[in-house]
């Protein structure tokens, strides 16, 4: 199988499980072509495996004009009904206004770059990662060179503008929608015509649990991780404001920070304003292998998102066998079981977030039992072998048109990890 992977800017620091993903279908012989909208900035080049990525991922941006021009020249002459119907596509779908047009126009532009490169490399699939900008040129592209195209929904930003992004149509046209858990494929069937739910598949990201040695908690703690984007949504004041109350019964308390982004220079602002300079430790951006080994020196993994899907970095923490404290949001709540492998709270209420982290910390027994009930919740749903499996599967069945007698979703129970392992073949 040869197919394409499309995403707005791979790779990314903040999207290693996309990175898993194309890895793992390479290692089970697919012929994997990664094509990405935007070059990444070398912030993101954490590690060798981003610069390996980087150095193999063909970009559509900046475009040479010259070969903008053959491109989308060659696809007209080919076939000029096809090109006009993607033309047709493309005015349906645009954004409102005048800077809505203009922006279909750069995806159209782009889409032919890509329909071109397609073609020339004969894959006969797209998959795209996040249906919004980069989606739209997936869409396009799809039309423009005759071959199919399916994408993965994570949430939550999508569906704060479904609309806008034409997520209907894009679910429409697609051969089959990853979503990644099943609040994911709730959000998108409701922009979808119930003949398509069967091609809407709960397809989790995951990690590979062999990577993460277990911790072992052996006595009271006081080591805090956030690992995240620095943006609005990842409510990390409400975590700083959570930190002051902790710092009363807990003063040697230490959060790690291990992320960047827009907010960077006002997170530390606040932390500084909150007197908590010398409990809280930004480090930037790390590595795959970094991550890992700040995992390894933690107590206790907290999460104050607003925001979110099923957070990767979640799932790498209770395969580190360590409890988590997260927000009750969106599909998370299909990894974290509440007073079973961690601890479910409010979004945006800090002082239940400090009362439950305060009682990890105090009591060690209860850390390792999470842990290690953490840890096997992962290995059974969230591992990326068995995942990546699924979706192979699944997009082998939708390229021979039998998707819908896979696992027609709305009739079967879940398939379980054993199920899956035991009926996908490569």
């Given at each position: 199988?040869?197919?394409?992977?499309?995403?707005?800017?791979?790779?990314?620091?903040?999207?290693?499980?996309?990175?898993?993903?194309?890895?793992?279908?390479?290692?089970?012989?697919?012929e994997?072509?990664?094509?990405?909208?935007?070059?990444?900035?070398?912030?993101?080049?954490?590690?060798?495996?981003?610069?390996?990525?980087?150095d193999?991922?063909?970009?559509?941006?900046?475009?040479?004009p010259?070969?903008?021009?053959?491109?989308?020249?060659?696809?007209?002459?080919?076939?000029?009904?096809?090109?006009?119907?993607?033309i047709?596509?493309?005015?349906?779908?645009?954004?409102?206004?005048?800077?809505?047009?203009?922006?279909?126009?750069?995806?159209?532009?782009?889409?032919?770059?890509?329909?071109?490169?397609?073609?020339?490399?004969?894959?006969?699939?797209?998959?795209?990662?996040?249906?919004?900008?980069?989606?739209?040129?997936a869409?396009?592209?799809?039309?423009?060179?005759?071959?199919?195209?399916?994408?993965?929904?994570?949430?939550?930003?999508?569906?704060?503008?479904?609309?806008?992004?034409?997520?209907?149509?894009k679910?429409?046209?697609?051969?089959?929608?990853?979503?990644?858990s099943?609040?994911?494929?709730?959000?998108?069937?409701?922009?979808?015509?119930?003949d398509?739910?069967?091609?809407?598949?709960?397809?989790?990201?995951g990690?590979?649990?062999?990577?993460?040695?277990?911790?072992?908690?052996?006595?009271?703690?006081?080591r805090?991780?956030?690992?995240?984007?620095?943006?609005?949504?990842?409510?990390?004041?409400?975590?700083?404001?959570?930190?002051?109350s902790?710092?009363?019964?807990?003063?040697?308390?230490?959060?790690?920070?291990?992320?960047?982004?827009?907010d960077?220079?006002?997170?530390?602002?606040?932390?500084?304003?909150?007197?908590?300079?010398a409990?809280?430790?930004f480090?930037?951006?790390?590595?795959?292998?970094e991550?890992?080994?700040?995992?390894?020196?933690?107590?206790?993994?907290?999460?104050?998102?607003?925001?979110?899907?099923?957070?990767?970095?979640?799932?790498?923490?209770?395969a580190?066998?360590?409890?988590?404290?997260?927000?009750?949001?969106a599909?998370i709540?299909?990894?974290?079981?509440?007073?079973?492998?961690?601890y479910?709270?409010p979004?945006g209420?800090a002082?239940t977030?400090?009362?439950?982290?305060?009682?990890?910390?105090?009591?060690?027994?209860?850390?390792?039992?999470?842990?290690?009930?953490?840890?096997?919740?992962?290995?059974?749903?969230?591992?990326?072998?068995?995942?990546?499996?699924?979706?192979?599967?699944?997009?082998?069945?939708?390229?021979?048109?039998?998707?819908?007698?896979?696992?027609?979703?709305?009739q079967?129970?879940?398939?379980?990890?054993?199920?899956?392992?035991?009926?996908?073949?490569?």
């Open positions: 199988m040869r197919i394409a992977y499309l995403t707005g800017e791979y790779p990314r620091a903040t999207d290693t499980f996309i990175q898993r993903e194309v890895a793992t279908l390479r290692e089970h012989g697919v994997v072509h990664t094509f990405s909208v935007r070059r990444t900035g070398t912030e993101h080049i954490v590690g060798p495996e981003q610069q390996q990525e980087r193999r991922t063909f970009y559509l941006l900046p475009p040479n010259i070969n903008l021009l053959l491109a989308h020249l060659g696809l007209l002459l080919s076939s000029p009904g096809r090109y006009l119907q993607a047709k596509l493309a005015w349906s779908t645009r954004q409102p206004g005048l800077k809505g047009g203009i922006y279909q126009l750069f995806y159209f532009l782009e889409a032919g770059i890509l329909a071109g490169q397609i073609r020339q490399r004969q894959i006969s699939h797209l998959h795209n990662h996040f249906p919004d900008s980069s989606g739209s040129v869409m396009l592209a799809a039309e423009l060179g005759g071959f199919t195209f399916s994408f993965t929904m994570h949430g939550p930003y999508i569906f704060f503008e479904p609309y806008r992004w034409r997520l209907d149509e679910i429409k046209r697609a051969l089959f929608v990853a979503c990644i099943y609040y994911c494929r709730s959000q998108g069937m409701v922009f979808a015509p119930t398509k739910w069967n091609r809407m598949h709960v397809i989790h990201c990690i590979d649990p062999a990577l993460f040695a277990p911790v072992d908690h052996q006595e009271s703690g006081k805090l991780l956030f690992v995240g984007r620095l943006a609005a949504a990842k409510g990390l004041p409400i975590l700083l404001e959570s930190l002051v902790l710092k009363r019964s807990h003063p040697e308390i230490l959060l790690t920070v291990v992320g960047d982004g827009p960077r220079v006002e997170l530390e602002q606040t932390t500084a304003k909150l007197g908590l300079s409990n809280v430790n480090v930037g951006y790390k590595s795959q292998a991550v890992r080994r700040y995992l390894e020196q933690t107590d206790v993994f907290v999460m104050s998102s607003f925001a979110e899907g099923i957070p990767v970095v979640l799932m790498e923490a209770m580190a066998g360590l409890p988590v404290a997260a927000t009750q949001i599909g709540s299909e990894l974290v079981e509440n007073s079973v492998n961690g479910l709270v979004p209420d002082v977030l400090a009362n439950r982290v305060a009682q990890l910390l105090a009591d060690h027994q209860l850390r390792n039992k999470f842990g290690k009930a953490g840890r096997a919740k992962v290995e059974q749903d969230f591992n990326i072998y068995q995942e990546v499996a699924w979706l192979h599967q699944v997009m082998s069945a939708a390229l021979q048109s039998k998707v819908e007698s896979i696992r027609p979703d709305l079967q129970p879940t398939v379980t990890t054993k199920q899956k392992t035991a009926t996908t073949h490569f």
